[in-house]
């Protein structure tokens, strides 16, 4: 970087021959992160892995940030600290820069950020081909168990939380595994996506970008540990946790067979773009309808 | 660009050499527009106008954008199809590709725009040497002319919309010079920066992060056709307009007096960090206590 925060603009010096990659993502209070579940250094970090998580999903790794914040009148100042505090913790654990940002007023506290990275080669999610195995980089689940138990918030969903103290911090912190995104990519990915609204709806994704069919065997899908406890207190299949749930920050990726040893397969790439379905004990049902889409269901 | 809107990212091709010049900027409407006063695509364009101002301050030519949008519940589809045209509008005329985004439910309607150009020189904002002279690439004070005559809202306020159209139009759909970044640039600017909030503030920005004093003239601030008549009005003094006002999308640059020939110069920077005043009709007065701070002043 030549030059950073408190200029016009920030001055980098991109790596010669390399792609650049960017995306924005912006996270609401009251909508992404409310005070009640979770505090404003979580924010902030959530806010740097969401988008870092969507760089690393094109095969690339993330170097910088920029923060666009709005922040309501009244706000302490110490909590903007924290917020502060919490964004550079995940830089400094994502290995990425904040170089600039904008502040201005606003009715709620929201942080868009931008985030900007760097690849030899991307992978965007429409190669996957008839015969390529679905794959996802780490458990499902997590995130929404966490939260459904925060919010559910009795004594025995603080219980579960104590057992499993990784479901509320995969809501509150949670950490991608960046290096997935990057590694698959050379090792011949041919489509891949960031599973942000379940892995349903991201497979469906990824199958109408490359007009194939796919099938999701839904005994195959990894699912974190005390999700299954979980879903059964709050009185849902946890597989639908999983295919349906939010915030997983794993990576749905469309693998060539030879390449897909040691990876977590839970599906497989087929000709007929007309048959989407999930295998399950109860037969093959279809996958669309089990997404999250945050802007029709109002989150 | 490689892959557009709708991936995890956007992937693009940067220029062999260049430096790349990033920044964020968040409007918020009832903070930086109304209804009242503007329609939505004005604030789209207005968005995109805002990053690639900043980016072209810093001698950079402005090439992509992210959005990262947040809408209140019930906003009319034909609002955001309006929102969208401004943006495309904007664009299209500044020559930049809108690539990516994300939209969220929120209290109000936001725009965070990220800009990336590209530059084989950047000038900062500390480069200014005693000796240079100021300049600004264009008058100064329309559109705080045209937004006090726009909230004025009488039979006199009115008069003068209609005698000077301008001075709405540069509230509504500012037209930044951008080319005049880079070419200053590469004519040898010292110091350059985008006067967003007057340029008393952002003289004094110049001269500070540059340490050195500086002069400007109050008599030789360019000031836009029926600034004066809009100020006399407003009970105002049309310098103040200029000084202090808002949204000018003029740039003030460093110019050593060698390559100043033809440029609107209103100043110079001189020896001494201490000295740092206005010279006015009624003499020297201190530059500080003009500007606008978007923060502190609530808007």
């Not at 509150?172 to 090792?187: E, I, Q, S, T, Y």
């Not at 497979?203 to 999700?227: F, N």
Request: aromatic share 4%.
């Amino acid at each position: 970087m030549r030059v950073g925060v408190g200029d016009d603009a920030a001055v980098l010096v991109p790596t010669p021959g390399r792609l650049l990659v960017v995306t924005t993502d912006v996270i609401v209070e009251g909508h992404h992160f409310t005070a009640a579940l979770s505090a404003p250094a979580d924010w902030g970090w959530k806010a740097v892995a969401v988008n870092c998580s969507d760089v690393a999903a094109m095969g690339a790794v993330p170097r910088w940030l920029v923060l666009a914040l709005t922040v309501p009148e009244g706000t302490p100042l110490a909590r903007l600290d924290e917020l502060y505090a919490g964004i550079g913790e995940a830089s400094g654990s994502f290995a990425v820069d904040l170089v600039g940002g904008d502040v201005s007023r606003g009715p709620a506290l929201s942080l868009a950020i931008t985030a900007l990275g760097e690849a030899e080669r991307v992978v965007t999610r429409s190669g996957a081909r008839p015969g390529d195995l679905l794959a996802v980089t780490g458990p499902l689940g997590a995130a929404a168990a966490g939260l459904g138990l925060l919010q559910r918030d009795d004594d025995a969903a603080r219980r579960l939380l104590g057992r499993f103290p990784a479901l509320a911090a995969a809501h509150r912190r949670p950490c991608p595994d960046l290096d997935a995104g990057p590694r698959l990519a050379r090792a011949g990915a041919t489509a891949m996506l960031d599973v942000s609204d379940g892995l349903a709806g991201d497979a469906l994704h990824l199958a109408e970008e490359s007009e194939t069919g796919i099938e999701v065997d839904d005994r195959a899908v990894p699912l974190a540990p005390g999700v299954r406890e979980a879903a059964e207190l709050l009185g849902m299949d946890p597989v639908e946790l999983a295919l349906g749930g939010v915030e997983h920050f794993v990576l749905a990726v469309a693998l060539p067979p030879e390449v897909a040893a040691g990876q977590a397969v839970c599906g497989r790439f087929t000709r007929d773009p007309e048959r989407r379905v999930r295998l399950t004990a109860q037969g093959e049902l279809p996958l669309a309808g089990m997404g999250f889409d945050h802007f029709r269901a109002g989150c």
